[in-house]
């Protein structure tokens, strides 16, 4: 767009989940937000984008978000390695990864990102994965608190499976990860997300 003439004069607001500012106003974009877009940073980006226009001529302002095609997949896990390789693996898979290390990190990055899906360790030092799911399917958002949630968990404990779908889990994987089955199951529940139109679509 900005390499045209035609469009190159319109100012552009960058929406993305991921917190790349400078690339963005590198890019020629006025402005960029983080999702998700609260009320005043629009307001604030729409003024930028405002004194940049040429309020004569009513130029349009056109709003861009960013990676609308790439769906966020929060993954809480704290062992590091697991974390690297799960994070690697969905990322070649097209998926913009978001790691938290413990369950008070998940909690706060799902509200920060609103991710399509989260991928949940169950042991996790401090709140663990289980109380976690728990305090999501009570939140008052129904963007948030529906969002797919996919429990991971190193423990074959008898009754383990039904604990983590007791607590609002769609599926429980046990590790060792076997890739191919994560990335089928990923793929299910966000394909399911799509025709039930249970996500909220404004989360775009
Ligand atoms: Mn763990």
Redesign the pocket.
């Known amino acids: 767009m900005k390499a045209d003439p035609v469009t190159g004069a319109i100012p552009v607001i960058v929406i993305s989940v991921i917190d790349d500012r400078p690339k963005a106003l590198q890019l020629g974009a006025v402005e960029h937000i983080l999702k998700p877009v609260s009320r005043s940073d629009l307001q604030l980006a729409l003024n930028t984008a405002r004194r940049v226009v040429d309020t004569d001529r009513h130029e349009p302002v056109m709003v861009v978000s960013g990676n609308p095609d790439r769906e966020t997949i929060l993954l809480a896990?704290?062992?590091e390695i697991?974390r690297l390789l799960v994070s690697d693996f969905l990322t070649a898979q097209g998926y913009v990864i978001v790691t938290a290390q413990n369950g008070n990190e998940a909690l706060q990055l799902l509200q920060e990102v609103c991710p399509a899906l989260i991928l949940m360790?169950?042991?996790?030092p401090g709140m663990d994965g289980l109380e976690v799911i728990h305090t999501v399917r009570g939140l008052k958002e129904p963007g948030l608190a529906g969002v797919p949630i996919i429990a991971l968990t190193?423990l074959s404990m008898p009754g383990d499976r039904e604990r983590c779908l007791a607590m609002g889990a769609d599926l429980y994987l046990s590790k060792p990860v076997d890739f191919k089955e994560l990335a089928v199951s990923i793929r299910t529940l966000l394909d399911r997300g799509d025709l039930t139109g249970a996500r909220v679509a404004s989360e775009g």
Do not use: K
């Open positions: 896990e704290d062992h697991s360790d169950i042991q996790m190193a």
